[in-house]
């Protein structure tokens, strides 16, 4: 988002059009976040983009998680020795990128079962994450301990579910800065995927649209420390 060095380039261009289907002015909301932050010295990077943020969902970001995941599901692998009433499949890397960022989610594994019960009317998208026991260490670090499930009732007495075990979001932006998100952070995100959007009523669109736009405001700061200053080597008076 910078509002001088990207005029006339295809980021540029693009990010306007895609702010004027939005409804607001691509240069004004630039020129508001440069005035927002002020001093512009520690700032290595802004850029906007679309995503959903699985720990902390509105109703219609609920139904779009479920059909994204529902959609992974059916591209990825068959693990060996499931069967028909638990679907269980291997984990998944998944890239989204452009020439100034990328996306990165990856999981472990995820696994599909039609429960007998009552999550709400038919037609409820619901989801909810936990934190599960043990796979400290390793796989703990890389998200392995915790499950988030995507639910959708189809009758009144039964639903789908999606577990996905070991969920994470890596941002990745230009300059080589990354942000890593796990079970419960509020910045673990899914990408908003537009050839979804013909499955939401035109009122669900402009809301998922809405209440999926982030902008990202990545900074650095670099602070000089004397030699005697480190480890061990630190002084003591």
Excluded at 193 to 216: C, D, P, V
Aim: hydrophobic letters at 35%; aromatic letters at 14%; glycine letters at 8%.
């Amino acid at each position: 988002m910078n509002r001088d060095v990207d005029k006339g380039t295809d980021a540029h261009n693009q990010s306007k059009n895609l702010c004027k289907k939005m409804g607001f002015d691509f240069g004004e909301l630039t020129d508001t976040l440069h005035n927002e932050v002020g001093s512009l010295d520690k700032v290595k990077h802004m850029h906007m983009n679309f995503c959903i943020p699985i720990n902390a969902m509105t109703p219609v970001q609920k139904k779009y998680a479920y059909l994204w995941f529902d959609r992974i599901f059916s591209l990825t692998a068959h693990v060996s020795g499931t069967f028909p009433a638990l679907e269980t499949r291997g984990g998944r890397y998944i890239r989204y990128s452009d020439d100034y960022n990328q996306q990165r989610v990856f999981f472990t594994g995820i696994t599909k079962v039609l429960v007998t019960g009552v999550i709400g009317e038919v037609g409820t998208y619901h989801s909810s994450f936990n934190k599960t026991s043990g796979a400290g260490g390793f796989a703990a670090a890389f998200g392995g301990n915790s499950n988030h499930y995507f639910q959708y009732q189809i009758t009144e007495t039964e639903y789908i579910q999606y577990k996905v075990k070991g969920l994470r979001s890596t941002q990745v932006v230009q300059d080589g800065y990354t942000d890593t998100a796990r079970l419960g952070d509020s910045h673990l995100l899914i990408p908003l995927n537009i050839g979804f959007l013909n499955s939401f009523t035109n009122k669900e669109r402009e809301l998922l649209m809405a209440q999926s736009l982030h902008i990202y405001i990545y900074t650095s700061e670099t602070i000089k420390v004397r030699w005697y200053e480190r480890g061990i080597l630190k002084l003591r008076w």
